[in-house]
């Protein structure tokens, strides 16, 4: 049976009716409830702190100085009075200042840490224990703390990587080992790239047999130079059909119908043929994602582009050719798998070439300088390899750190030519090609004509090209626009000569007259 309603109150002619037992759980709620600090913001925690250290005080002192002289005579007790007022107007101020105390002691603390990020110390972590705007703030700070921390360590993981490659450049010019430290800078280089658990090469020897010349990866590897089978499993279907070949572990039928392959995969294996006129010279393979996705179109685009470049160097190695020739062929394999990474800019090396061929034809330049162009063209962006994908395939505009990295690869391209003696003038160009006529460019700044010929060239069609592509944080402009930007920048960014010249054979190719 319910309990008595009782009338509470009324206004006008509306009356509120209120249950007992209602009113009692209201109230058994209130009680229960914890008042915590945590739970006011930092402007009425400021309010507080000033209702301890003035307010109280104040009134404390008012107390003091105008009640307790008129209504209490006795001097004792008015001492005593006086005594226990002022020991309270000292409490609630040290109350007050233990209490704001807190707040400041984490605003200071974000406040060096603020200083610690303006100077590069990204250790740290601001621990707060009131949840008020202080510990939003100190959030903020840890977040960005946690954010700079990550991207340095993939800024030194491609630095790593860079290294590495550096390395086994350097390790291709000594002795025996030219020919396995070619194949390691492709497997290390690919797998990286890709994504891949591990990447190896495979090629026929003077015995006619399929062996494993290289291997990288997390797991451990196969024996170098084991034999791998020829008629069963990614790869000796690859050999068989000169096709690539992609088989997924959870494909029954599929793997039935490959067999098993003696180099081991969880998930998934690509192979592809390295062929040189018609004839198989060997297998490039790459087992599983690291992110555990399916082998894509594009990796499997990637992997024949590659193995038809190694196709070529193993060629050229066979015939005994100069071992720079080697190393270009591996390093415009590299600078293929740096313009992969970025969807933009497909094409970009070969219209590149294009253009810088017309410029040297139509100026008679000698034979040498059209060969440092025609492999400027191609290598002139490798050192892109050792540039983030968080920053190459970025969509909105650089921030003014990420452009200072992105800038370096111009530095790292001319760091990884240098172990090639005979390429010390390609390697200055891919240092100088993005200098400016009127010096505003980098790593130099060098200005008019202390910037190499080739160099200059290479900017005009660079700078044409970038405008008429597509790429993630823009759309590609057209020709008309394009020519309108190069004369804007004749005789300041860019050589008149040269952009005039270059001006009117891309108009004779378009067949306009823009």
């Not at 249950?19 to 229960?32: F, S, T, V, W």
């Not at 703030?137 to 921390?149: D, M, Q, T, V, Y």
Request: charged share 25%; aromatic share 8%; with cysteine.
């Amino acid at each position: 049976m319910a309990g008595p309603r009782v009338k509470s109150f009324q206004c006008g002619d509306c009356f509120a009716d209120f249950d007992n037992e209602a009113l009692m759980k209201i109230d058994k709620k209130l009680l229960n409830k914890k008042f915590s600090l945590d739970d006011i913001g930092l402007f009425d925690k400021s309010a507080v702190a000033f209702f301890f250290m003035f307010i109280i005080p104040t009134l404390l002192a008012c107390y003091l100085v105008f009640f307790v002289p008129h209504y209490i005579t006795d001097k004792a007790r008015n001492l005593t009075y006086s005594r226990i007022i002022i020991f309270l107007m000292i409490a609630c101020g040290l109350l007050g200042y233990l209490f704001l105390r807190r707040s400041i002691k984490t605003l200071v603390a974000i406040i060096k840490q603020a200083e610690n990020l303006s100077l590069g110390n990204v250790s740290g972590k601001i621990e707060v224990g009131w949840d008020d705007e202080l510990k939003d703030l100190a959030g903020s700070f840890n977040r960005i703390n946690a954010n700079l921390e990550s991207k340095i360590r993939e800024l030194e993981y491609s630095q790593r990587l860079t290294r590495e490659l550096f390395q086994q450049i350097g390790l291709a010019a000594t002795g025996a080992q030219k020919i396995d430290a070619l194949f390691n800078i492709t497997v290390h280089g690919l797998g990286k790239i890709l994504g891949m658990t591990s990447c190896f090469i495979a090629l026929y020897g003077d015995d006619n047999a399929l062996r494993l010349k290289s291997f990288t990866g997390k797991q451990k590897g196969p024996n170098l130079n084991m034999k791998l089978a020829e008629d069963k499993g990614a790869v000796g279907r690859a050999v068989r059909s000169l096709k690539t070949i992609v088989v997924n572990r959870d494909d029954a039928k599929q793997l039935a119908a490959a067999g098993e392959d003696i180099i081991s995969y969880e998930r998934n294996i690509v192979c592809a043929p390295i062929v040189f006129n018609g004839k198989v010279k060997g297998v490039l393979g790459a087992t599983d994602k690291i992110s555990a996705q399916d082998i894509s179109p594009e990796d499997i685009e990637l992997l024949e582009s590659v193995a038809s470049q190694a196709g070529v160097s193993i060629k050229n190695m066979e015939l005994n050719k100069n071992i720079e020739e080697a190393y270009y062929d591996t390093l415009v394999m590299l600078a293929r798998i740096v313009e992969a990474r970025d969807a933009g800019s497909a094409g970009h090396l070969e219209r590149v070439s294009s253009y810088v061929r017309m410029i040297a034809d139509k100026l008679g330049l000698d034979e040498e300088t059209k060969k440092i162009l025609a492999g400027g063209a191609l290598l002139h962006d490798l050192g892109k390899v050792g540039i983030d994908d968080s920053i190459l395939k970025k969509k909105e505009h650089l921030t003014p750190q990420e452009y200072e990295i992105m800038k370096q690869h111009s530095i790292i391209g001319e760091n990884i030519l240098k172990p090639l003696h005979l390429m010390s003038k390609l390697s200055a160009l891919v240092r100088h090609h993005h200098e400016r006529y009127d010096g505003t460019g980098y790593p130099d700044g060098l200005k008019g004509n202390e910037i190499p010929l080739a160099a200059r060239i290479l900017a005009v069609v660079d700078i044409y090209d970038a405008l008429t592509t597509a790429r993630s944080y823009k759309t590609a402009m057209s020709h008309k626009e394009s020519i309108e930007v190069l004369r804007s920048y004749a005789g300041n960014k860019l050589d008149s000569k040269l952009a005039e010249t270059f001006i009117k054979l891309i108009n004779e190719k378009e067949n306009t007259n823009w």
